[in-house]
Structure formats: structure tokens, C-alpha cells
């Protein structure tokens, strides 16, 4: 009996445990709206679990930034290929941050989202860009470019842009990071 009991309460406490770690987020992906880091960042609870230490919130201060940024971007600055890509990145960096479980915390949110970052650069053809789209992107998300992990990932990018098999380049590169 009293095994019994242990029992009954020893699953309802996982089966509420596991369900709010898979609980869907209520952000919505939608193709040309960034509000998606928001809302993600207010899900989270992210910007209010912020310390002296952490003095930004990953999901507002780079992700809506540069999602808003990549919006908006001037017409013609990219190619119209560059321009699907752009679009292409945009809703796949979303749809990858919204499998993420809600139980990650907000610190592994940006270790987790350069790997999520390298995987759709490649997945959506960056390889395959005309020089000018890269060149612009560049220029776009210079001040990044001076953090380590940023640099990391955009060196992996050229490296699996340049295997003889990238397919499995790129695999192998993800893994560690």
C-alpha cells in the first residue's frame, strides 16, 4: 500500500515535471516579424532573471536585433537570391529556437543558437551566395564579428564552404559547439 502510494506520487510529480519542460511556446513564427524574440524572451523569463552580470538579454539584444535588422534591410542592398536567403535564414533560426524545451536556460540559449546559426547558414545555401550577398552580410553583422564564438562559427562556415564532402563537414562541425 504505502509502495504503492510512493508510486502514484513519484509519476505525477515527472509527468508534471516532463509537462513543463515540453510545454509548446505560444510564440508564433510568422515570415516578416521578429516579435518572436520577445515573446520567446518573455516565455522564458529571460530578461527578468537578468543579474548584474548578465546585462542583456540573448533573445533581445542579438536575436530580435538582428532579425529586425535583417528585416529591414534596404532593397537592392542584396541579390534576389540573397534576399530568399535572408528570409529563409530568418524562419529557420525561429523554427530552431522554438524546439528548444523551455527547461534551457537563458545562458545556454546563445551557445545553443551559434550552432543553430552555423546549421542554417549552410542548410539554406550560403555556400551558394554570389560574393556580393556575403560582402554585405559582413558588413551587416561586423560588430559580431569580434566575438570569439561568432568568429568561430563564421570560420567553420567557410571551412565546410570549402570541404570536398561538406555534407559531412558540416555535421562534424556542429557537434562540439
Not at 505560444?26 to 527578468?48: A, H, I, K, M
Request: aromatic share 12%.
Amino acid at each position: 500500500m504505502v509502495v504503492r502510494f510512493i508510486l502514484v506520487i513519484a509519476v505525477s510529480f515527472l509527468v508534471q515535471l516532463f509537462s513543463l519542460n515540453l510545454q509548446a511556446s505560444p510564440c508564433p513564427v510568422t515570415q516578416n516579424d521578429c516579435s518572436f524574440y520577445l515573446c520567446q524572451d518573455e516565455w522564458r523569463g529571460c530578461s527578468q532573471s537578468l543579474t548584474s552580470e548578465t546585462i542583456e538579454s540573448y533573445l533581445v539584444d542579438f536575436g530580435h536585433h538582428y532579425c529586425q535588422k535583417f528585416l529591414e534591410v534596404e532593397k537592392g542592398l542584396f541579390s534576389s537570391s540573397g534576399e530568399v536567403w535572408l528570409t529563409d535564414v530568418r524562419q529557420c533560426l525561429m523554427e530552431k529556437m522554438e524546439k528548444l524545451p523551455r527547461s534551457v536556460t537563458c545562458e545556454s540559449i546563445k551557445r545553443k543558437s551559434n550552432r543553430h546559426h552555423f546549421n542554417c547558414y549552410y542548410e539554406k545555401g550560403f555556400c551558394d551566395l554570389p560574393f556580393k550577398d556575403k560582402k554585405q552580410l559582413m558588413k551587416l553583422i561586423g560588430p559580431e564579428l569580434r566575438r570569439f564564438d561568432v568568429m568561430l562559427s563564421g570560420l567553420g562556415l567557410m571551412f565546410a564552404c570549402s570541404a570536398p564532402n561538406p555534407s559531412s563537414v558540416a555535421t562534424d562541425l556542429t557537434g562540439p559547439f
